[in-house]
T-cell receptor
Framework: GENVEQHPSTLSVQEGDSAVIKCTYS??????FPWYKQELGKGPQLIID?????GEKKDQRIAVTLNKTAKHFSLHITETQPEDSAVYFC????????????FGTGTSLTVIP | SQTIHQWPATLVQPVGSPLSLECTVE??????LYWYRQAAGRGLQLLFY??????ISSEVPQNLSASRPQDRQFILSSKKLLLSDSGFYLC????????????FGPGTRLLVL
């Protein structure tokens, strides 16, 4: 099955700096890669996603890049703000029966004011 | 718009007691439904998923079970809780079919003592 690895597990940045979180996957058939943000005590919320036919996608301060050859994808947050502090999860799927998502182990991002 | 509910929000149960967690989705029909468990500081582990009423697939053998008595209702149960069942339980849904994003509920925090 698919194996998703996520790095780093913790990340601290100064407010206004950029943050980058990286994920690798093992199944070359994976074709959809969402990113979720989870605040303390809450469920994960989708923040951005990318499909395999696209190399990059941007939404305001958040961007995701995908390298299918190398089987890795990254989340980029620019001009970080204290409210960006949360745990971020990447995931990958091939959309097989049941749409099973394979999640990374999460990155705890702290933005220091 | 679609909304997903989970209850209870928190639960403290003694070892050996039964469990019933409920998840309902509003504003959509025939969704795929999922139960995940998140241990403290860990990633998301898929427990069960359902593509329709009465159709349950299990990903991890354990003392938990799931049922889908109605189209938009998903229940997680146990006859006898173990200490290791403690965690944050998340329900998720997608629109069914393929290539659909999963959306998570607010979660239930379970502490087994």
């Amino acid at each position: 099955g698919e194996n998703v690895e996520q790095h780093p597990s913790t990340l601290s940045v100064q407010e206004g700096d950029s943050a980058v979180i990286k994920c690798t996957y093992s199944d070359s058939a994976s074709n959809y890669f969402p990113w979720y943000k989870q605040e303390l005590g809450k469920g994960p919320q989708l923040i951005i996603d990318i499909r395999s036919n696209v190399g990059e996608k941007k939404d305001q301060r958040i961007a995701v890049t995908l390298n299918k050859t190398a089987k890795h994808f990254s989340l980029h947050i620019t001009e970080t703000q204290p409210e960006d502090s949360a745990v971020y999860f990447c995931a990958a799927t091939t959309f097989a029966t049941g749409n099973q998502f394979y999640f990374g182990t999460g990155t705890s991002l702290t933005v220091i004011p | 718009s679609q909304t997903i509910h989970q209850w209870p929000a928190t639960l403290v149960q003694p070892v050996g007691s039964p469990l019933s967690l409920e998840c309902t989705v509003e504003g959509t029909s025939n969704p795929n439904l999922y139960w995940y468990r998140q241990a403290a500081g860990r990633g998301l582990q898929l427990l069960f998923y359902s593509v329709g009423i009465g159709q349950i697939s299990s990903e991890v053998p354990q003392n938990l079970s799931a049922s889908r008595p109605q189209d938009r209702q998903f229940i997680l149960s146990s006859k006898k809780l173990l200490l290791s069942d403690s965690g944050f339980y998340l329900c998720a849904w997608d629109r069914g079919g393929f290539q659909e994003t999963q959306y998570f509920g607010p979660g239930t925090r379970l502490l087994v003592l």
